[in-house]
């Protein structure tokens, strides 16, 4: 494999460790609701989640994003981890989020909503730069009319109204909510995941998911698709949005590194392809935040490197 800069190479990624923020919003908000110590970040790997890349439509301030939509990642991952939850859903705002506080008066369990809009979450400095961006969030009932949040975004037991709680659900322009409004309720974990399950697990995932996306159009074609979008947009609509998705990617691609250094042999060639991915990410970031249109070669790079991930491991 070719590469377009060898300085990467210089870096040990068998003993390099990624001490950074995963984006993992959902995973955050089931593990906050349980009292059992579960790794987040291997939760999150086992959702399926951090592999695979699809475009979405500008319509909805979106660009890159996973391919697997982590509102079903979730439900799959906490089958696998024997944790009880109970999901309610609704197209309508009023009826379920009039079920939400009467479930916030009877239950002891945590209860978690989402998919909903981030850039209506006020309490987020700059909240609109995440306007239809899908996240999760844990509510607990504090008061005859108050409840607190524990989100991701490092906001530990905010309080808010049930008035404000209201006005900040919103589902418009989330991709993953399909028009449907959802909260869980989550109980502790009945079971737990040998290593082994784990590994056997978590690969299969990759592997599918990397392979789900390419053959339904997305994969590798992604990047070329949201190097047009923003080609054909102007720069202040998307920047932001862009590089948002570009941190989060090359944290995930960061997180692929830790399993693989951590679970599995004789994976070199994979991380290989993941490491020009995350250097090349790296790249365009820089270029994004000095407010200039990425090369269109990056984008090129990525995609031919996304397909090499579909069969690395059989190399």
């Known amino acids: 494999m070719q590469t377009d800069s060898t300085k990467w190479k210089k870096v040990d990624w068998k003993r390099l460790r990624y001490y950074g923020k995963y984006t993992a919003c959902g995973t955050f908000a089931v593990l906050c ?52 939850y109970e999901k309610v859903e609704s197209s309508s705002k009023r009826k379920i989020f009039e079920k ?12 978690i909503i989402g998919p909903l809009n981030m850039g209506k979450l006020f309490y987020i400095p700059l909240c609109t730069v995440y306007e239809g961006v899908d ?77 789900d996306a390419e053959e339904c159009g997305q994969g590798s074609k992604a990047f070329m698709e949201a190097y047009r979008i923003m080609q054909e947009n102007n720069i202040s609509r998307w920047r932001l949005c862009i590089l948002h998705e570009v941190v989060h990617l090359r944290q995930r691609k960061h ?3 830790t399993f693989i250094n951590d679970y599995l042999e ?26 200039m249109m990425p090369e269109i070669e990056h984008f090129q790079n990525l995609g031919n490197l996304e397909k090499l991930l579909m069969n690395a491991d059989r190399k």
């Open 100 to 111: 939400l506080c009467w479930d916030m008066e009877q239950e002891e369990r945590g209860i």
């Open 33 to 84: 609701t349980m009292k059992t110590k579960i790794s987040p970040e291997i939760f999150e790997l086992t959702t399926g989640v951090p592999f695979g890349i699809r475009c979405v439509n500008m319509k909805s301030q979106r660009l890159l994003t996973t391919f697997r939509d982590p509102n079903i990642g979730l439900d799959t991952a906490m089958l696998d981890w024997g944790i009880p």
């Open 255 to 257: 997180l692929t590194v």
């Open 266 to 291: 004789q994976t070199d060639n994979i991380i290989e392809v993941l490491a020009e991915q995350i250097f090349i990410l790296s790249k365009i970031q820089r270029e994004l935040e000095e407010e």
């Open 135 to 211: 996240h999760y969030i844990m509510v607990r009932k504090t008061g005859k009319e108050e409840v607190v949040l524990t989100d991701s975004e490092g906001y530990v037991a905010v309080p808010v109204t049930l008035k404000q709680l209201y006005k900040m659900w919103d589902i418009q322009g989330v991709y993953e909510a399909k028009g449907r409004y959802r909260y869980r309720i989550i109980s502790e974990p009945e079971k737990k995941l040998l290593d082994e399950q784990i590994a056997v697990c978590v690969t299969k995932r990759m592997f599918d998911n990397i392979r």
